[in-house]
C-alpha cells in the first residue's frame, strides 16, 4: 500500500509534511534517483499552479532532482495537461505538477508524469516512495537545509508552453469557433496565464472572470467547484443582452485538467453530459472504437441509459482520472471521464484529463452541428444523485466495519436494483464519500443520510 501518492499524487497542507521543506526536497532526490536509474541524461519540467507555495515546492523539488544530476526546466505556470504535453512531445523523462487541483489556497501536492505522458504506474509510485523515506532516514534535518541553502525558484522558460497552445488551437482547426460567445471562470488557477491566447486565436468571442490570481484566491468560491457561478453569469447575460448570446459558460479548476460547463439557459453541465455529447460525436465520425465509454462508479445511472439508446456501451472505473485512464488502455477506449469534469479523449495526443481541450471540443460540436448546448444534452435524464461527504479519522477498510456494511446492506435491499449505493474513500482528502442513486429525492436522502451516519458514529473525526 502507497502512503504518500493518492490517486492524484502527494497531497497536503503547504509547509506541513509531506509538504515541508525537507521532505519535498527529498522526493525530488527519489524522483531524481529514478529517472537516473531509467534514462540516459535525464530532463524533467516542472509546472505550477498560482498557490503562494508552489514556487518554494517547485524550488525544493527541482534542488533535489539536480542532487541526482537531472536537468530541472521550469514552465512557470501551467496547467498539469499542459506539462503532462510537454513531458511527452519535448523530450522530457518526467513532467511534475506542484498542485493541489480544486483544494483550498492551503494546501498542495506533487504529481508526476512519465516521458510517455502519463502518470506513473502505481507500482513505480511505490518504488518511489520507498526510495523518499529510505532518503528521509539517511538525509537529517541540518543536511537538507544546507543542500536548499541556495536552492532559488528556477526562471521560466520563456514560451516553453507554446508548442501546447499550438496543440490545442491545431485540434479545432476549420470548426468555425469564431462566431461564438462564452463566459469562462479560470478559478484564478492555472489557466489564466494560456485561456485568454488560446481562444482568442480560435476567435472565441470570451469573456474571462476569475482570471486575476494573487496566490491565495485560487479555488476560492469560483471554478469547477462552483458551476452555479459561471451558470448565473450566462443566464443573467443572456437575458439582458440581445443576440448573439453566449453559447455557454466554462468551469475550469485550479491546475485546469478539468472542466464543468453551462448551456445558454444557465444550466449547470457537468462531466457526464459531456461524455454523451462527445461519444456521439466520435461514434458519427467513425472515432470511437469499439463503440465504447469508460466511466466511473461515480456517473449517473442516466448516462449509460442515454449511451446504451445511441449504441454505445459503457465501462465503469474506479474513480480518479488515473484509474479511468488506465481501464481505457486496457480496453482500446478512445473517450473515458468523470462526472466531476475529466474527460480523456485518446483519439490525439492527450495523455491525461484536458478543461481546455474538452472546452474547445464540446464548442466545436456546437458550431459544426447548429444546436445548441440544451439541445445537444436534452435527451439525458438524470436519477435523482446526492453525494454526502463524512470526515474520518482514519482509512479502515470498510468491508472491516460492520456497522458501514450492514447500512449499506439495507439500502441495497430497500433500492431492489432501483438505484445504486457506492462508498468509498476520497482519494485527496480524509474524507468518505457516500453516493446513492434512487428514484425518487426522499428515498435518495434518507438512504445517503443512513449510510453517513453510520460511517461517522464509527470512523467520524
Known amino acids: 500500500m502507497r502512503k504518500l501518492f493518492g490517486t492524484d499524487g502527494i497531497r497536503g497542507v503547504a509547509g506541513e509534511y509531506p509538504l515541508d521543506e525537507r521532505t519535498t526536497y527529498v522526493i525530488g532526490r527519489a524522483l531524481g534517483h529514478y529517472l537516473q536509474r531509467t534514462y540516459a541524461a535525464p530532463r524533467a519540467v516542472i509546472g505550477q499552479d498560482t498557490r503562494e507555495s508552489s514556487e518554494a515546492i517547485a524550488a525544493a523539488v527541482a534542488c533535489g532532482l539536480r542532487s541526482h544530476g537531472v536537468e530541472a526546466v521550469s514552465a512557470g505556470v501551467l496547467t498539469t495537461p499542459g506539462v503532462a504535453f510537454l513531458a511527452r512531445k519535448q523530450g522530457f523523462a518526467a513532467g511534475v505538477v506542484i498542485s493541489a487541483s480544486h483544494n483550498p489556497w492551503r494546501d498542495n501536492g506533487i504529481k508526476v508524469f512519465g516521458s510517455d505522458g502519463y502518470k506513473l504506474p502505481d507500482e513505480v509510485e511505490l518504488e518511489i516512495e520507498k526510495d523518499i523515506f529510505a532518503h528521509l532516514e539517511e538525509a537529517g534535518a541540518e543536511g537538507a537545509k544546507g543542500a536548499l ?31 461564438l460567445k462564452a463566459i469562462v471562470d479560470c478559478a484564478n488557477g492555472a489557466a489564466a496565464p494560456i485561456a485568454h491566447e488560446v481562444f482568442r486565436r480560435c476567435g472565441v468571442d470570451a469573456k474571462f472572470i476569475n482570471d486575476a490570481p494573487n496566490g491565495r484566491n485560487i479555488n476560492d468560491h469560483c471554478g469547477a467547484l462552483y458551476p452555479e457561478r459561471v451558470a448565473e453569469a450566462v443566464r443573467r447575460a443572456n437575458a439582458e443582452s440581445r443576440k448573439p448570446r453566449y453559447a455557454l459558460g466554462v468551469s475550469f479548476d485550479g491546475d485546469a485538467d478539468r472542466a464543468l460547463f453551462s448551456d445558454e439557459e444557465g444550466n449547470i453541465v457537468n462531466g457526464d453530459a459531456v461524455l454523451l455529447v462527445a461519444a456521439r460525436m466520435m461514434k458519427q465520425r467513425g472515432a470511437l472504437p469499439h463503440d465504447l465509454v469508460v466511466a466511473t ?5 442516466g448516462l449509460e441509459t442515454a449511451l446504451r439508446d445511441s449504441g454505445i456501451k459503457m465501462l465503469r472505473a474506479a474513480v480518479g482520472d488515473k484509474y479511468v485512464l488506465e481501464e481505457m488502455r486496457r480496453t482500446g477506449a478512445a473517450l473515458g471521464g468523470e462526472q466531476s469534469g475529466h474527460s480523456i479523449f485518446r483519439d490525439g495526443d492527450a495523455t491525461t484529463g484536458d478543461g481546455l481541450l474538452t472546452a474547445l471540443r ?10 445548441t448546448l440544451r439541445e445537444l444534452t436534452a435527451d439525458m435524464v438524470v436519477f435523482p444523485q446526492i453525494i454526502k461527504n463524512v470526515r474520518v479519522r482514519e482509512r479502515k477498510p470498510l468491508d472491516q ?14 433500492l431492489d436494483g432501483d438505484g445504486r449505493v457506492v462508498v468509498r474513500y476520497s482519494g485527496t482528502e480524509a474524507l468518505a ?3 446513492v442513486e434512487a428514484e425518487s429525492e426522499e428515498k435518495m436522502r434518507r438512504i445517503a443520510d443512513e449510510i453517513a451516519s453510520a460511517i461517522q458514529h464509527t470512523l467520524g473525526a
Open 362 to 371: 464540446l464548442m466545436a460540436k456546437i458550431a459544426i452541428s447548429g444546436q
Open 401 to 414: 466495519v460492520a456497522a458501514v456494511v450492514e447500512a449499506i446492506r439495507l439500502a441495497e435491499q430497500d
Open 433 to 435: 464519500r457516500v453516493m
Open 149 to 179: 541553502a541556495n536552492a532559488v525558484p528556477t526562471p521560466a522558460q520563456a514560451r516553453l508552453a507554446e508548442p501546447y497552445i499550438e496543440w490545442l488551437v491545431d485540434s479545432v482547426a476549420g470548426s468555425g469557433l469564431g462566431h
Open 297 to 301: 462508479t461515480m456517473s449517473n445511472m
